[in-house]
């Protein structure tokens, strides 16, 4: 048996002028979150996913031109015998899968919603590094949304105390905002290319974050 798992495929044509390359390694096989992943999820469809999320990502973003898009050319993904769920290096493309969970998921559309936030970290602006972590949680949690893809804990639709929540919370109040303003989201990701400055919020949508928040809460009836 061997001890680790590669996987190395290259995407191109369909991609435009961009080919993106994605890797699969599993360091767990000794573990029973390890072996499950090899014998029922697979770097196949690991691979599959990881690219299906990406075309879903540009759609979001409407980076249709290669040119509006971060120069990523390679995705790497470890399963690894680690806590937690997964996390992303955004400096190097990275995205480390917890085997421990994978251990204990029902279905694997629970991963595949983590996959699709992990890697809209790996394509997202993040305004260098300037944007509130919490926002850039908040998109990527955005984008799983609107894939159809979230887990039944979440908040509902007008749900949480203030925009800075994070994770579900932002990302149901920016789809409130994105109901405002069709492309918000998208529009919001490309002014954060280089910078950050809650005065997007004002740009857009022509109020404050706190006060589209408060909106944002009475359209739904202030739930809690």
Wanted: hydrophobic share 40%.
């Amino acid at each position: 048996m061997q001890s680790l798992l590669f996987f190395l495929v290259l995407l191109a044509g369909t991609h435009g002028i961009q080919a993106v390359e994605y890797t699969v390694t599993n360091t767990a096989l000794s573990t029973p979150g390890g072996m499950r992943f090899r014998d029922y999820i697979g770097t196949q469809y690991t691979i599959q996913t990881l690219d299906s999320a990406t075309q879903f990502i540009w759609k979001i973003f409407q980076e249709n031109n290669p040119a509006d898009r971060k120069n990523v050319q390679k995705v790497s993904l470890f399963v690894e015998d680690i806590d937690g769920v997964a996390f992303t290096y955004i400096s190097t493309s990275e995205i480390h899968v917890s085997a421990r969970y994978l251990n204990t998921i029902q279905t694997i559309d629970e991963l595949t919603g983590v996959l699709i936030h992990e890697t809209t970290h790996v394509w997202q602006w993040n305004g260098h590094g300037k944007a509130p972590v919490f926002l850039t949680e908040g998109i990527a949690d955005y984008v799983r949304l609107k894939a159809n893809y979230i887990p039944g804990h979440w908040v509902k639709a007008g749900g949480g105390d203030r925009w800075s929540q994070g994770y579900d919370v932002t990302a149901r109040f920016l789809d409130y905002c994105d109901g405002l303003r069709n492309g918000f989201v998208a529009e919001l990701n490309k002014m954060m290319r280089t910078h950050y400055k809650n005065d997007f919020f004002v740009t857009l949508l022509g109020k404050t974050p706190d006060q589209l928040f408060m909106d944002y809460k009475n359209h739904y009836g202030n739930i809690p």
